[in-house]
C-alpha cells in the first residue's frame, strides 16, 4: 500500500511503540461477534419501522422513495466516515497504553458510541439545523430543499474522505459546519435581483465556530493543567510511565483509561450523532411530509392541551398586535429572515398560530391535518418565537411571555422529534466507521503527535478533558469536534510532560484544521449551483 508508506514512512523509524497487532483471541472474536450481532439486530429495527412509517404512503411516482433512499445512504455514509475520523480517536490512548487490545477497544468504542447516539437529546441535531436558510427548510420537498440537502452530504463526505486518506485528524462539525455555511451564501447570491433571500444564521454560526475555536485549546490548557495537577496529588509513579513493551498498566490505572475511553465515545457518539440525525430529518420531512412532518408520538388524548395553548398564546398576541397582515406568514417569514420587528410582526403570528389551533380543533389530532403545511407553519412560528424571545419578548409581560414559552415548547414537541430508528441507523453507521477505519486516525494520534510514547497519566488526562469538554456541549445544544479536543489534549500532555511535539504533524493537523471550514464552504456552494442547475 504505498501511499499508506508516503503518510507513515516507516514505523520502524518511529521513536515510539508501533500499533499494536489487532488481537485474534476468543475475547476479541466474541466481542466482534457481539457487536455484528447489535448491528444486525438494529438494521432489522431500522427496516421493519421504516416500512411501517411508509406504509400507506401511495404517491403516484417512485421518484420520492428513490431521493429517500439514495439521499439516507448518504447521510448514513457521512456518519460511516465520521466513525473514522472521531471515534477512532477515542481508541487511541487505550491501544497505545495497552489498555486493551486494538481489537477490543474498537469493539467497546462502537459500543459506547451506539449507546450514546440512542440517548442523545436531539438539542444539537436542531442547533445544526436552524443554521440553515429557513426558506429552504420550509420548502425543503422542493428542488431548491433537495439541491441543499445533497449538497451537504456529499460535500462533507467527500472532505472527510480525502482528510482520512491522509491520515489527518480533521473535524466532522468543522467539515458540516462550513457546508451549511457555503449553500447559505450560494443560495443568497443566486437570488433573483430584489428578491428576498436568506443565508446564514451568523449570530449562531458565529456562536458555533467560536465553540469550535475553543475546544482544542481547552482540550491542550486542560489536559497540560490536569496531568501536572495528577502529578501533586497522585502518589504512584506508575501512572506516569510509559508501558514496558507490551504488559498492560496496572489494573486501576487500567481501569482509569478503559473508562474514560468509553466516556469519550459515549459523548462522541451523543453528540456528532446528532449531526447526522437532523440531516435525516431534513430528508425524512422533505421527501416524506406525511409519515414525518410532525411528531408520531402526540396523539389523540394530547390534542386538548395543545389546543388549549393554542388558544391562550393566540388571546395574547392579538391583545398585542398593531396591525393584522394580509399574507400573515409571509410576514413572519420575513421577520425571521431579518430579525427586524415590525407592526405586522406580532399580528402575522397571531394569524399563524390561530390558525393552527382551528385546524388541529377541527381535526381532532396532529394526524387528521395536511402535516406538511402544519409542519411549516409551526415551524415558521416556533423560530418567530425563538426570536422574539432573544430579543426580551418585547411588549409582553411576565405573564404573556410564560404562555409564548410554553407555546415554542409545544411547536418543538411537534417539530423537533428525532424517531429512535433514526437514532438506531445513525448508531450503526458510527460503529461500522469505527470498525472499518479507525487504524490511520489512531496511528497519527499515538505515535505521531508527541516524540515519546504516551504515558497512563497523559492518556488519561487527555481523555478526562474529551470526555467533560463533550458532554458540556452536549448539554448546551452545540457542536464540538472529537478530533480536535482528543488530540490537542494529547499535545498539550506532551507539552506539560517536556515529552516534545513532532511538529510536522502539528504543523499538518493544524493546516487541516485551518482549511476544512473553507474548503467546506467552496465544495458545498459549487455542489449547490450545480444541483440547483441540474433539479
Same mark, same amino acid.
Request: with cysteine.
Given at each position: ?33 457481539? !457487536?455484528? +450481532? ?36 448518504? +447521510? ?18 487505550? *491501544? ?18 451506539? +449507546? $450514546? ?34 449538497? !451537504? ?99 486501576? *490505572? ?10 469519550? =465515545? ?51 398576541? $392579538? ?29 402575522? &403570528? ?21 402535516? $406538511? ?22 411588549? !409582553? ?10 407555546? &415554542? ?47 497512563? $497519566? ?40 517536556? =515529552? ?29 449551483? &450545480? ?5
Amino acid at each position: 500500500m504505498a501511499h499508506l508508506e508516503v503518510l507513515q514512512p516507516s514505523l520502524d523509524e518511529s521513536p515510539l511503540t508501533p500499533l499494536p497487532a489487532v488481537s485474534g483471541g476468543l475475547a476479541s472474536r466474541l466481542g466482534t461477534v457481539a !457487536l455484528l +450481532a447489535v448491528l444486525a439486530l438494529g438494521l432489522g429495527y431500522v427496516v421493519v419501522n421504516v416500512a411501517a412509517d411508509l406504509r400507506g404512503m401511495g404517491t403516484a411516482s417512485a421518484l420520492p422513495f428513490v431521493l429517500l433512499g439514495v439521499a439516507l445512504l448518504i +447521510a448514513l455514509g457521512f456518519e460511516f466516515v465520521n466513525g473514522f475520523h472521531d471515534t477512532a480517536n477515542a481508541v487511541a490512548t487505550v *491501544i497505545y497504553t495497552h489498555s486493551l487490545p486494538a481489537h477490543a477497544a474498537v469493539v467497546l468504542s462502537g459500543l459506547c458510541n451506539f +449507546a $450514546g447516539v440512542l440517548l442523545s437529546t436531539g438539542a444539537v441535531a436542531y442547533g445544526i439545523v436552524s443554521l440553515l436558510p429557513v426558506e429552504l427548510i420550509l420548502r425543503v420537498g422542493s428542488e431548491a430543499g433537495f439541491a441543499m440537502v445533497f449538497a !451537504l452530504l456529499i460535500s462533507a463526505v467527500l472532505w472527510n474522505l480525502g482528510t482520512w486518506a491522509l491520515g489527518l485528524p480533521s473535524s466532522s462539525s468543522h467539515t458540516l459546519i462550513g457546508s451549511i455555511i457555503g449553500v447559505g451564501l450560494m443560495n443568497q447570491l443566486m437570488a433573483a435581483p430584489g428578491a428576498a433571500a436568506s443565508g446564514v444564521d451568523w449570530g449562531q454560526a458565529l456562536k458555533i465556530i467560536q465553540t469550535l475555536l475553543i475546544s482544542p485549546i481547552v482540550g491542550f490548557v486542560c489536559a497540560a493543567g490536569l496531568l501536572m495537577l495528577m502529578r501533586g496529588l497522585i502518589k504512584d509513579k506508575a501512572l506516569f510511565q510509559a508501558p514496558k513493551g507490551r504488559k498492560p498498566p496496572p489494573a486501576w *490505572i487500567r481501569a482509569l483509561l478503559v473508562l474514560t475511553c468509553s466516556g469519550v =465515545s459515549f459523548a462522541h457518539g451523543s453528540n456528532d450523532g446528532q449531526k447526522g440525525m437532523g440531516l435525516i430529518m431534513l430528508i425524512l420531512i422533505g421527501t416524506m411530509p406525511a409519515a414525518y412532518g410532525l411528531n408520531r408520538g402526540i396523539t389523540a388524548a394530547d390534542t386538548a392541551a395543545y389546543v388549549a395553548t393554542f388558544d391562550r398564546a393566540s388571546d395574547v398576541l $392579538g391583545r398585542h398586535a398593531q396591525r393584522v397582515p394580509a399574507d400573515p406568514r409571509a410576514v413572519v417569514e420575513d421577520y425571521v429572515r431579518s430579525g427586524t420587528m415590525t407592526s405586522a410582526t406580532l399580528g402575522g &403570528l397571531h394569524e399563524l398560530t390561530a390558525s393552527i389551533a382551528d385546524q388541529l380543533r377541527f381535526s381532532g389530532a396532529l394526524s387528521g391535518v395536511a402535516q $406538511g403545511q402544519m409542519r411549516n407553519d409551526m415551524y415558521l412560528s416556533a423560530e418567530a418565537l425563538r426570536r422574539l424571545q432573544k430579543q426580551g419578548f418585547p411588549l !409582553l409581560d411576565d405573564d404573556d411571555r410564560a404562555v409564548m414559552k410554553e407555546l &415554542l415548547g409545544r411547536y418543538d414537541h411537534a417539530t423537533r422529534y428525532i424517531p429512535t430508528w433514526v437514532k438506531v441507523g445513525v448508531a450503526i453507521a458510527l460503529g461500522l466507521g469505527t470498525m472499518v477505519g479507525w487504524k490511520r486516525t489512531v496511528v497519527t494520534v499515538g505515535e505521531k503527535i508527541g516524540k515519546e510514547h504516551l504515558t497512563y $497519566g497523559q492518556g488519561a488526562s487527555a481523555q478526562l478533558v474529551a470526555m467533560g469538554t463533550i458532554g458540556a456541549a452536549d448539554v448546551f445544544g452545540l457542536p464540538v469536534s472529537t478530533t480536535h479536543v482528543l488530540s490537542s489534549g494529547v499535545a498539550g500532555t506532551m507539552a506539560a510532560n517536556g =515529552s516534545g511535539l513532532q511538529w510536522s504533524t502539528v504543523r499538518n493537523m493544524a493546516t487541516a484544521w485551518v482549511l476544512t471550514l473553507p474548503a467546506s464552504i467552496v465544495l458545498a456552494g459549487g455542489l449547490f449551483w &450545480l444541483f440547483r442547475h441540474l433539479f
